[in-house]
């Protein structure tokens, strides 16, 4: 399983994270069934949608605030999925994911993808008295080949 990997469970370390059963990817993908879809991903043509391109890597030397990973989150903040201070990783439907900090999985969804090429998804989260509660319409894909994240706008059904 890929929250098992070894890339992951380092990463994990010494972070807020929640491993999430098998249970919520699969009702995370059932959400995700009810959208029009390719082969392979959501059919972006037909929902309301945007994308961000990630930026390339953190650039150290600026002030803080002023380089471009701290202006993606602000812009990723404004979307549905951006607005929860957690996201919910699946990497496959009858798989455990992971529920961590937004913030810390957008910079490193590469990394934490990296076992599991193609399109990805992960929603926003919220976490109240230790409750971790997954909001699916508050949903976003990771494409690992173009370096984008791509977030639904619209009204869930």
């Not at 961000?52 to 890597?57: G, Q």
């Not at 109240?128 to 909001?135: A, K, L, M, N, R």
Request: aromatic content about 14%; glycine content about 8%; proline content about 6%.
């Amino acid at each position: 399983m890929h929250t098992e990997r070894e890339h992951v469970r380092g990463w994990l370390s010494g972070r807020e994270h929640w491993i999430l059963e098998r249970e919520t990817s699969e009702a995370f993908n059932d959400f995700l069934c009810r959208f029009p879809w390719t082969t392979s991903r959501v059919r972006w043509s037909e929902v309301p949608h945007t994308t961000r391109e990630l930026p390339e890597a953190e650039t150290p030397d600026l002030p803080e605030g002023d380089d471009d990973w701290s202006r993606f989150l602000t812009d990723f903040r404004t979307l549905p999925a951006g607005r929860h201070d957690f996201v919910f990783l699946m990497y496959a439907w009858r798989e455990p994911g992971i529920v961590c900090a937004t913030a810390d999985a957008l910079q490193d969804l590469d990394h934490l993808y990296s076992s599991a090429p193609g399109p990805r998804y992960f929603c926003g989260a919220d976490v109240s008295e230790g409750v971790v509660i997954p909001v699916f319409g508050d949903f976003a894909e990771y494409d690992d080949g173009g370096g984008t994240v791509t977030a639904f706008t619209g009204e869930t059904r």
